[in-house]
């Protein structure tokens, strides 16, 4: 277990804030866990994962407690499957990596993504028509009030896009210790057909391609659109793309031909806010060292020394911008503290 006081969370934040945390412990364990929070106060804990999907915009006047269980175990395996059991602390690219050498197929197309493991269901992380809820089994979470492990199946978690019962009703109650996956060791179901991932294998000559061809492809697309947060700090999408009604999606297309979309189910249409913020002219727009990214304007980054407060200030710019122009209320992804 490590503790500190007035420690810096610069390198603890993919955004590189530099704000600091009254108390930082770094626990390890279950135990470590359930000790920390039997000497501290509900109200007076900060719990920190990967620190990925979030904004930091001022000093954490509490005890930030940084997940860091580890291990990765083998629940159960068939000739079709295998349910493995991830420690929150776990690097969530290293373990799709890991799970790529194994053959074991259902998140090769969410390489790449930021953050750890344990935080990666709370977000219902997602990407390229794939999301963390497809391969979900259940989680193991210690519930703070009771210091009691629980566990919480695929409906319990109540996933919908970006959103989980850990982000809602039951937000700052539970801690996630572990995350089950069920996934593929035959017969993997490919999804190619989402953004530019058949492009990037098309431009390889590859006509069956394999999990790990489906993850290098992800991989190339997102480090030609997306900056590497230890070279330029950021946090991957800032904005939730939008979802309208599809009697609003027709008077938008009717002003905006070209706009791209997506068709959800009960008539709902998805909207990429990535392009609604390029077309207002805002790609590679900047304040100060708080700017949007040049190939990708879903991403704000931070140049150098901008603050949280700066880059929060930025992401409201854009949203009104945006709601000025297509009358779309863009909300963030990342959380902000």
Not at 71 to 82: A, K, N, P, T
Not at 180 to 209: V, W
Not at 271 to 288: E, Y
Request: aromatic share 10%.
């Amino acid at each position: 277990m490590q503790v500190a006081e007035n420690f810096s969370l610069k390198q603890y934040n993919t955004f590189g804030v530099d704000v600091k945390a009254r108390k930082f412990i770094s626990v390890h364990s279950t135990e470590e866990l359930r000790d920390v929070l039997k000497q501290t106060y509900a109200s007076e804990i900060f719990v920190l994962g990967g620190g990925s999907n979030m904004l930091l915009t001022q000093d954490i006047d509490k005890t930030v407690i940084q997940i860091g269980l580890k291990g990765i175990e083998l629940v159960s395996e068939s000739q079709d499957e295998v349910i493995l059991k991830v420690g929150a602390g776990e690097n969530w690219h290293q373990f799709v990596l890991y799970c790529i050498e194994k053959g074991y197929g259902g998140i090769e197309n969410l390489s790449l993504i930021p953050g750890n493991v344990g935080t990666a269901p709370v977000q219902n992380i997602g990407a390229y028509g794939v999301e963390l809820k497809d391969t979900f089994e259940s989680c193991q979470a210690m519930r703070i009030q009771t210091l009691e492990m629980e566990t919480f199946s695929l409906d319990q978690c109540k996933f919908d896009y970006r959103y989980s019962i850990f982000k809602g009703k039951l937000k700052g109650e539970y801690i996630i210790s572990s995350v089950n996956f069920r996934l593929s060791k035959r017969n993997h179901q490919l999804s190619t057909t989402y953004g530019s991932i058949q492009a990037e294998l098309d431009k390889k000559d590859i006509k069956k391609p394999t999990i790990k061809d489906v993850s290098d492809a992800v991989i190339s697309i997102r480090k030609e659109k997306l900056p590497d947060p230890r070279e330029l700090g950021n946090s991957g999408s800032f904005f939730k793309n939008p979802v309208v009604r599809e009697s609003e999606f027709k008077k938008l297309q009717g002003q905006f031909p070209e706009i791209p979309f997506y068709t959800l189910r009960a008539n709902k249409i998805k909207i990429p806010a990535g392009w609604l913020i390029d077309q207002a002219g805002l790609k590679g727009f900047r304040r100060g060292d708080a700017g949007v990214h040049k190939h990708q304007a879903l991403v704000l980054v931070n140049y150098g020394s901008a603050t949280g407060k700066e880059i929060l200030s930025l992401s409201k710019e854009i949203q009104d911008k945006i709601y000025g122009k297509y009358g779309i209320n863009l909300e963030a992804e990342v959380n902000i503290f």
